[in-house]
């Protein structure tokens, strides 16, 4: 069995129809160091789902009602990146393409290796880190461009377009002096002191470039 890094602040979701798969896939995750959730059905487990929770599934792909592949996509549709892997009965290959196609972890065949299962969701625990540590830089460049006025908003486009202040005040039709000024302030703001900085940070918000009109002076 591989040696796995836990985390008490990481999840297990296991959502199976069938109790003994339900017991014996805890069981597992549980000697591996893994807090685990179990779920008889995909509604039992959406009603009482967190999607705040650190945390990944494991779904069986053949369930009444609503499969694991309907569960993923219900999951992509309300917004939620969960990192998912999904164990089957059977060993069908378009599913598990369709599956992987969808951005699931690991695809594997039940009776489940315990060693395979373990790598997944390591594998899955690192994605989940990641995608977590992406969305709250994200939402924290975000909280910061929200303390701009719209002019130092429009500035901010037009620096990181390699625009120089010169040739923002063309294009905002204003002159250079207050352009430089509405610049000191934004950089301030934003906590960067270089033009590189601020594109980092325009890059990890996923910011393009302002469009230039064209009028800025030679």
């Known amino acids: ?17 069938d109790p003994a798969v339900l017991r ?6 549980a000697a591996a160091g893994y807090r685990t959730r179990t779920f008889g ?28 592949l309907a569960l993923q996509r219900k999951l992509f549709e309300a917004g939620i990146e969960r990192p998912i892997i999904f164990v089957t009965g ?8 369709r599956a992987m196609k969808a951005g699931a972890v690991d695809f ?21 880190a990641q995608s977590r540590h ?25 620096v990181v377009a390699g625009r120089l202040n010169k040739q923002i005040a063309g294009d905002l039709g204003t002159v250079e002096k207050t352009i430089k000024v509405h610049r000191g302030r934004m950089m301030s703001k934003l906590g960067v002191r270089t033009v590189q900085d601020l594109v980092r940070l325009a890059e990890r918000a996923g910011i393009r470039p302002q469009a230039t009109s064209g009028r800025a002076a030679g």
Do not use: N, Y
Request: with cysteine; glycine share 4%.
């Open 134 to 158: 992406s969305r709250d830089e994200t939402a924290s460049i975000e909280a910061l461009l929200a303390r701009l006025t719209p002019r130092e908003r429009e500035v901010f486009t037009h």
């Open 24 to 29: 014996g896939l805890a069981r597992l995750l």
């Open 1 to 17: 069995m591989s040696d796995v890094m836990t985390d008490i602040d990481f999840t297990v979701f296991v959502v199976d129809d």
């Open 41 to 68: 059905s995909p509604d039992a487990f959406l009603s009482q789902h967190d999607a705040a929770e650190p945390g990944c599934a494991v779904l069986d792909v053949s369930m009444p009602d609503l499969d694991g």
């Open 90 to 97: 059977q060993g069908d290959v378009p599913t598990s393409v």
């Open 108 to 128: 594997l065949t039940k009776p489940v290796s315990a060693e395979a299962l373990l790598e997944a969701v390591a594998r899955a625990r690192q994605i989940d």
